[in-house]
């Protein structure tokens, strides 16, 4: 991203991890005395007023990306294309098919303005790049976006979009070590990360990814 490559060539100072997680716990403070959970790591909200379009993508559930530049994430029947999207995205129709017959795809619209609206007003959409993700991919994303939530990744939503349970799909020896280090929990509910997880969440998704 822009943000950083300005820090790899010096345009940023980033703050050390002692300053950074002090000033993460000091928000965690200020906030709950005013009743504003994190129900994601960066995101506060009181109770039943969590912002439903965050959930969305936190949860790995489809999202259509539409204006320039804009990235989506659609489960589509397979052999679905960009040219079959426009009711799609439009009326946000998605195949209700069973999983096997069904492919989590990336979508990426024209980044500049100008050609995104030239390519919508001749195609009826802007996508320049669709991706169908493997079952890997999804794995992973979708863990790296639930593992930001307080509540975690659900086991019944986690089955209903890879096709596999949690135990089948992770890496039990890099799994347990951060259960016993209190990184992370797993229990019939799902897999979530601790506060003292959330608070190492990089470190902690690259030892339990690879």
Known sequence: TPFAARARAGGLAPTND????????????????????????????????????????????????????????????????????????????????????????????????GAWLAAVEKTGHGTCEETPLDGDQVVTEMLLMGLRLSAGVERALFHGITGQTLPEALDLERLNPLISRGFLELDEAGLRATAQGQQRLDGVLAALLG
């Open 18 to 113: 002692s300053s950074a997680a002090a000033l993460y716990e000091t928000t965690q403070e200020v906030m709950e005395k005013v009743g504003m959970y994190a129900y994601e790591i960066s995101s506060h909200a009181n109770k039943g007023a969590e912002s439903r379009h965050n959930l969305t993508y936190w949860r790995y559930e489809d999202y259509a990306g539409i204006g320039p530049g804009a990235h989506g994430r659609l489960t589509l029947a397979c052999g679905s294309t960009a040219e079959n999207l426009v009711g799609i995205t439009s009326g946000m129709t998605l195949h209700k098919k069973s999983f096997w017959n069904r492919a989590k795809t990336a979508l990426h619209r024209i980044p500049a303005p």
